[in-house]
């Protein structure tokens, strides 16, 4: 009886309990005992019939409806863990996509700084190189060469592509980009100061309109470089803690 669900354990029991209770009263009332004739019989078939088929019926109607409510149950279950296991599904899936956005901004983060940095250093070649011009000019040519002109125009690009990489990373906590970057910002405004310097020492009045333009580019990319220098010290003392 055990292994029985409830469901049936309380019908068997009521009709066990019907039965028992039907012989007794039937050996108290007209009871014939063990009788060789049929009609004692056929009264004990009557009596017992009468009585335990509307038992048995209402008993099979409690099964059935408890084994419907059961069911229903059973349904309501499978269909709520199935809800449940979908919905963990599709988290599981936004939670992969995050991770796959975040490691291809982390990709895409990583190869522009690497590109970055190759710019910060490729100008130094360009620097070294303008003031190796800028000794060797003459009073009667122009004093920037094909170097210094380069260097101008080169630093003046790094620094938009440094301005956007830095506008892009100020959303983040990352302090150790942020001293990278301010790192090469710092050469670049030593180098740039100290071309400028050198050009006033070497210059000329024979200086023609494109050498001034270039050298105002040159002025206005060391206060572009200057102002992003503050946006890096003011991101680092933000975020020192």
Avoid at 185 to 195: E, G, K, Q
Wanted: aromatic share 10%; proline share 3%.
């Amino acid at each position: 009886m055990r292994n029985f669900p409830a469901v049936i354990k309380t019908p068997i029991f009521l009709s066990i309990c019907t039965i028992i209770s039907l012989i007794i009263l039937w050996g108290i009332g007209p009871g014939y005992g063990f009788s060789s004739s049929t009609e004692p019989w056929s009264h004990f078939g009557s009596f017992f019939g009468g009585i335990l088929s509307p038992v048995f019926a209402f008993l099979a109607l409690v099964i059935a409806m408890k084994s419907i409510k059961a069911q229903q149950h059973s349904n309501s279950l499978a269909a709520k863990n199935y809800k449940e296991a979908q919905e963990q599904a599709e988290r599981n899936l936004h939670e992969q996509r995050v991770l796959q956005v975040e490691k291809v901004n982390f990709e895409r983060q990583s190869i522009a700084l690497h590109n970055l940095l190759d710019s910060f250093q490729a100008l130094e070649p360009l620097f070294t190189q303008s003031l190796y011009d800028l000794r060797i000019c003459d009073v009667q040519h122009s004093i920037l060469g094909a170097n210094s002109n380069a260097y101008i125009i080169r630093s003046h690009s790094v620094c938009l592509k440094a301005g956007s990489f830095v506008k892009r990373m100020l959303n983040e906590k990352d302090t150790y980009t942020a001293k990278l970057i301010r790192l090469c910002v710092c050469d670049t405004l030593h180098s740039m100061d100290n071309l400028i310097e050198h050009i006033e020492l070497y210059k000329n009045p024979f200086l023609d309109s494109n050498e001034v333009n270039n050298v105002s580019q040159l002025r206005e990319t060391r206060q572009m470089f200057y102002s992003l220098k503050e946006k890096l010290d003011q991101h680092l003392k933000q975020n020192q803690n």
